[in-house]
T-cell receptor, first 106, second 114 residues
Framework: AQRVTQPEKLLSVFKGAPVELKCNYSYSGSPELFWYVQYSRQRLQLLLRHISRESIKGFTADLNKGETSFHLKKPFAQEEDSAMYYCAPGGGKVTFGTGTKLQVIP | ETGVTQSPTHLIKTRGQQVTLRCSSQSGHNTVSWYQQALGQGPQFIFQYYREEENGRGNFPPRFSGLQFPNYSSELNVNALELDDSALYLC?????????????FGPGTRLTVT
């Protein structure tokens, strides 16, 4: 079974500082991983899918098979990035972790 | 393209009662997953339906049951409600079961059991 771990429950950074939200996975084979975001009072929504290697809202995430990681990064944090972030495998039959709350300090 | 919708938005029930929550999947999606999100926690997988059949189940007791209809909409039924069932219930649809596809979430139904 695919499992992911987000070691940080809360990450506070100043506006303009770089952001890295950590996600580690355990899976034998080629994982399919996603980042979801939940802004205050909004529904959970897809942020990034690793397979497309796209950048959304300035965020990128690279799958590192050697380190079994899929960290989410942004070079310069903005206040509107404050939200809950969840890393999750694909397939839709997984329990999400507790996520990481990103707090961007003005 | 219509997104995932859920009804009702909020619901208050008494312990021991039964509840039915509804979900309409996004157009073109044939897979629906249900999640329970307690306060301060991430979504916990309840079960998934693909083409009207249960296609996987999380660690939830049998009093949590579901249905999927030919139009791919879905229901979550919970019998003998307990106080701990109070949570946000999320429905998510995706275009293909078991495959590595992203999920599209509804706004959720907030269930309060008193």
């Amino acid at each position: 079974a695919q499992r992911v771990t987000q070691p940080e429950k809360l990450l506070s950074v100043f506006k303009g500082a770089p952001v890295e939200l950590k996600c580690n996975y355990s899976y034998s084979g080629s994982p399919e991983l996603f980042w979801y975001v939940q802004y205050s009072r909004q529904r959970l929504q897809l942020l990034l899918r690793h397979i497309s290697r796209e950048s959304i809202k300035g965020f990128t995430a690279d799958l590192n098979k050697g380190e079994t990681s899929f960290h989410l990064k942004k070079p310069f944090a903005q206040e509107e990035d404050s939200a809950m972030y969840y890393c999750a495998p694909g397939g839709g039959k997984v329990t999400f972790g507790t996520g990481t709350k990103l707090q961007v300090i003005p | 393209e219509t997104g995932v919708t859920q009804s009702p938005t909020h619901l208050i029930k008494t312990r021991g009662q039964q509840v039915t929550l509804r979900c309409s999947s996004q157009s073109g999606h044939n897979t629906v997953s249900w999640y329970q999100q307690a306060l301060g926690q991430g979504p916990q997988f309840i079960f998934q339906y693909y083409r009207e059949e249960e296609n996987g189940r999380g660690n939830f007791p049998p009093r949590f049951s579901g249905l999927q209809f030919p139009n791919y909409s879905s229901e979550l039924n919970v019998n003998a409600l307990e106080l701990d069932d109070s949570a946000l219930y999320l429905c998510a649809s995706s275009p293909l079961a078991g495959g590595s596809h992203e999920q599209y979430f509804g706004p959720g139904t907030r269930l309060t059991v008193t």
